[in-house]
């Protein structure tokens, strides 16, 4: 079974927010492939699907963003879900709005939710989707500008990346994710 987690906060005062951006790629799939999340007993929001004759999860933690490894882990625990089909989809500071970065690994970047899943899950050797937030500008808290709405000129941008994204989670299903990246990094 291939994971694709979707890195958020639940709630609808999180909705559309730069933090959220991995809620609505995993909310783009669901609606592509016409199905629904359900709450689990591993506190998240899972959708599950056979694609392409593969079959895929998609997941939501609703443990809020810092706390996302204490879902995914025991999620992956019960299904039996190797490192190795992991994908992870989360906003990143350091890349403009709208821009996407696929890797093999990598370290947390200062990324709370991705500090979780690496000590939960006991390495920094996962796949991830980055989408690019941009950085908060004139002295502005880190913490306001993620839990923030897109400025209107960055609408149009991010929503492609949310596709391309989502794009990018569906080829995974049957490509090895090294010819994704090489596809999605250009």
Not at 69 to 87: A, H, K, Q, S, T
Not at 164 to 177: G, L, N, Q, W, Y
Request: net charge positive.
């Amino acid at each position: 079974m291939k994971l694709f987690v979707g890195l958020g906060n639940p709630g609808k005062e999180y909705e559309q927010t730069r933090h959220n951006v991995g809620f609505m790629v995993m909310d783009e799939l669901a609606k592509r492939w016409n199905i629904s999340f359900q709450t689990t007993k591993f506190r998240g929001m899972m959708a599950s699907a056979i694609i392409s004759g593969e079959k895929v999860a998609l997941c939501k933690p609703l443990t809020y963003m810092n706390l996302s490894g204490e879902c995914v882990r025991p999620l992956m625990d019960y299904y039996g879900i190797d490192v190795d089909d992991v994908i992870v989809v989360y906003d990143d500071l350091d890349l403009p709005p709208g821009k996407i970065r696929l890797r093999m690994k990598g370290s947390a970047g200062g990324h709370n939710g991705i500090k979780s899943l690496i000590y939960h899950l006991g390495t920094q050797e996962f796949k991830r989707i980055r989408i690019g937030i941009g950085r908060p500008a004139n002295g502005q808290k880190v913490t306001d500008y993620v839990l923030g709405r897109f400025a209107k000129e960055e609408s149009d941008a991010v929503m492609e990346a949310i596709l391309r994204s989502a794009d990018a989670c569906e080829k995974a299903v049957t490509t090895p994710f090294l010819q994704v990246m090489n596809e999605f990094n250009k």
